[in-house]
């Protein structure tokens, strides 16, 4: 016997089925009401911003349309150098090398002159011939004052004596330019607090068994440093035998630089009327990128026709490490504006994704996350740029690490909505 189906029975598997279908979705869309939702946020836990190398910056106010960025290097001032040279033909010894650092009073190098040898002599025989004068004299004027108490004049013996006074005269300033060309001598190669007067010279001192006057005791004159510096070049060879005005070293002081730049002549007023100005270094790895320097400025007397271009020379106030000779950098000038400061971030903050420019915020709620912004920009100078919107006064945002994550926040030219790094550096999208 055969049954027959009812025609109910398919139209309710049918119904199953659809009730099945149902249930699946409304439990797959539960479950995705449930799981976290997608933001633009990427996790940067301490591991990962130490693996990536992530560093932040806070925005800052700035004047950017009204800042004129310049480059330039710094230089010596021209007083930073001092030249040590002879004032006579020697032999030297040299007491110090190159780049070593000295201090005023310290020896730099000794010298032996025959015109020294001479000029001991010289002081030597006006010495000898002063005295035997002042003993002539003083002789003689004894016997005009004992011929006088027996009342008696001898007027051959007062012409003498008036001879003799003025040999005491002669000698004694024969003596005195003996001595105060050696002290001048001596003293230009001395520490200035330690100078010699004339009468110095004829002091005595010990040498080996005896005493002798100062003069007759100097061998080697000794030249030691007046400034401050670094010994930038040894000019003759050591034990060398070299003329007069020859140079012997040059010092330099490092501290003491100046910053010059070439400005466009077309902005000579704004230069005329700048109100901050400052010296940036160039961003490198290990440099602040609101690290600057504040200076005066001033503008130089240098014509550059051809080039269209007028000397900017900036006096730091300070010297920083990094402010040395031949260093370059950049010389910002905040010019006199109507505009106010705006939010700006560094210019090498934004990266470019795909069409569009995009930065990372540090989220102010938790450290340890970045939020993903469009860049809405506005006026560069170059190092720095205006943004419009996305940000406060009290933000940070990524400054090394931004390519990073543009390249994790983006897959296949479009961009993600979040996700989060491993400790190893490898990012993992939120999108399951």
Known sequence: MKFKTPPWIPMASIMLALASCDSSDDSGKNNKAHAEPVTNRIDIPASVRSNLGITFVNVERRKVSATLRVPGAFELKPLARHEYRL?????????????QAVNPGDLLY????????????????????????????ETITKRIEALKQADFRNAELEVQATNFEADVTRFKAELDAALATASNLLNAYRAREVALRPADLLASVDAKDSKVPLYRNIDWIEAHAIEAGVVQRLAVTDGGYVEATTLVLTTINPSQVRFRALGLQSDLSKFEQAEVVRIVPHQGNDSDINQSVPAVLGIGLDEHPRERAITLIADPENKPDWARPGVSAFLEVETRSSDGPALAIPRSAVVKDGIVHV????????????????????????????????IGPQDEVVLEGAYELKLASSQSGASQKGGHFHADGTFHAEDH
């Open 87 to 99: 004032m006579m033909p020697a032999q030297v010894r040299l007491e110090v090398d190159e780049l």
């Open 359 to 390: 930065f990372f915020k540090r989220d102010p709620m938790n450290p340890n996350k970045a939020i993903r912004v469009e860049a809405d920009m506005g006026v560069s100078d170059g190092r720095w740029v205006e943004i419009q919107s996305g």
């Open 110 to 137: 000794r010298f032996q002159s025959p015109q020294w040898l001479e000029l001991q002599s010289r002081i030597e025989l006006a010495l000898a011939s002063h005295k035997q004068a002042v003993l002539k004299f």
